[in-house]
């Protein structure tokens, strides 16, 4: 079994900054393609970023491209999400999500379908 946990949301004011965590375990990480997505209150889950099994591969929804950065730390198992400059628009849940690479043909994915193993999530919430 692969486990996700997300750590690091909370409440900050517009034009903050917050940094997310995600801890694996129970798999080969450094074998992951990763991802982070959210759902705000109503609304479809959406992508965000993802991140290729050696970090040398991103890309960003665009509407969080030059606000949010994705990172891996292979040794510590551990995916992280930089928020700058957040807005009230991107308050939602986080999640992050995982794919093995050896068992597919991209090593990095916008479409939740592709990802197998997914943390509970962290609320992020942003005030004006």
């Known amino acids: 079994q692969v486990h996700l946990v997300e750590s690091g949301g909370g409440l900050v004011q517009a034009g903050g900054s917050l940094r997310l965590s995600c801890a694996a375990s129970?798999?080969?990480?450094?074998?992951?393609?990763m991802g982070w997505f959210r759902r705000s209150l109503g609304k479809e889950r959406e992508f965000v970023a993802t991140i290729s099994w050696n970090g040398g591969t991103t890309y960003y929804a665009d509407s969080v491209k030059g606000r949010f950065t994705i990172s891996r730390d292979n040794a510590k198992n551990t995916v992280y999400l930089q928020m700058n400059s957040l807005k009230p628009e991107d308050t939602a849940v986080y999640y992050c999500?995982?794919?093995?690479?050896?068992?597919?043909?991209?090593?990095?994915?916008?479409?939740?379908?592709?990802?197998?193993?997914w943390g509970q999530g962290t609320q992020v919430t942003v005030s004006s």
């Open positions: 999500a995982a794919f093995d690479s050896r068992s597919s043909i991209v090593v990095i994915s916008t479409t939740d379908h592709e990802y197998h193993y």
């Open positions: 129970g798999g080969t990480f450094s074998s992951y393609g």
